[in-house]
T-cell receptor
Framework: DQQVKQNSPSLSVQEGRISILNCDYT??????FLWYKKYPAEGPTFLIS?????DKNEDGRFTVFLNKSAKHLSLHIVPSQPGDSAVYFC???????????FGKGTKLTVNP | NAGVTQTPKFRVLKTGQSMTLLCAQD?????MYWYRQDPGMGLRLIHY???????AKGEVPDGYNVSRLKKQNFLLGLESAAPSQTSVYFC??????????????FGPGTRLTVT
C-alpha cells in the first residue's frame, strides 16, 4: 500500500508560469513532509519541507502548502524557470522515524 | 567537503556474480541509507544504519546485505546478482534526529545492470 502518492507522472508548463505539483498521503500519523528535486544522472537534493503544525512554508520561488484534513500537499513554483525541469519527489518520515517514504515522483518540464 | 560519494558509478554484472557498492560520507552523519530507484517506482529503501556497527532492513532488503564497520562508510553487497536487481542505487546520509525530520543528503548514484 502506497502511503505517499504522486498521481501525476509528468507536468509541462511554460517558463514564467506557475507549476503546481501535488502529493497525497494516507497515513494520518505523518507530521512532516519534504520535497526533493532530482536531475538526470544526479542524486536527489532537498528542496523544501513543512511541519504539520504549519499550513504553508515559503522559500524564494518555492512554496509548499499542507491541507491536513484532505491529507494533501502541493508544491508551487513561481515563476517557473527552465532550470526547474527535474523530477520532484514528495516524502514523509515513517512513524516519526529516520526512514523516509517517497512518492513515485513527478517529472516537471518547463518550456522556454 | 565531498558530501556523499558512491563507488562505482556504473557496473555491468552477469547473473550470479557478486559485487559491493561503497558509500562514503564526510559530514559525520550518524544515519546512512541505501535506496534503489526503478522507473515508475520512486525511491525504495533497501537497508539503513543508525550508527556504526548497526544495520536494519528497509522496504526491499531481499538479495542484499550491508555493513557499517566505520561511521563514514556504508557498504551494500549483492551476493548473487539477478536481473531484477538492475537499477540505480542511491546512498544517503543524515544527522541523528529524534524527530526523524532531518533532510537526507544523497550521493550521485550507481547504475547497475545485471544481464
Amino acid at each position: 500500500d502506497q502511503q505517499v502518492k504522486q498521481n501525476s507522472p509528468s507536468l509541462s508548463v511554460q517558463e514564467g508560469r506557475i507549476s503546481i505539483l501535488n502529493c497525497d498521503y494516507t497515513n494520518s500519523m505523518f507530521d512532516y513532509f519534504l520535497w526533493y528535486k532530482k536531475y538526470p544522472a544526479e542524486g536527489p537534493t532537498f528542496l523544501i519541507s513543512i511541519s504539520s503544525i504549519k499550513d504553508k512554508n515559503e522559500d524564494g520561488r518555492f512554496t509548499v502548502f499542507l491541507n491536513k484534513s484532505a491529507k494533501h500537499l502541493s508544491l508551487h513554483i513561481v515563476p517557473s524557470q527552465p532550470g526547474d525541469s527535474a523530477v520532484y519527489f514528495c516524502a514523509a518520515p515513517q512513524g516519526g522515524s529516520e526512514k523516509l517514504v517517497f512518492g513515485k515522483g513527478t517529472k516537471l518540464t518547463v518550456n522556454p | 567537503n565531498a558530501g556523499v560519494t558512491q563507488t562505482p558509478k556504473f557496473r555491468v554484472l552477469k547473473t550470479g556474480q557478486s559485487m559491493t557498492l561503497l558509500c562514503a560520507q564526510d559530514m559525520n552523519h550518524e544515519y546512512m541509507y541505501w535506496y534503489r530507484q526503478d522507473p515508475g517506482m520512486g525511491l525504495r529503501l533497501i537497508h539503513y544504519s543508525v550508527g556504526e556497527g548497526t544495520t536494519a532492513k528497509g522496504e526491499v532488503p531481499d538479495g542484499y546485505n550491508v555493513s557499517r564497520l566505520k561511521k563514514q562508510n556504508f557498504l551494500l553487497g549483492l551476493e548473487s546478482a539477478a536481473p531484477s536487481q538492475t537499477s540505480v542505487y542511491f546512498c544517503a546520509s543524515s544527522f541523528y534526529s529524534w524527530t526523524g525530520n532531518d533532510e537526507q543528503y544523497f550521493g550521485p548514484g550507481t547504475r547497475l545492470t545485471v544481464t
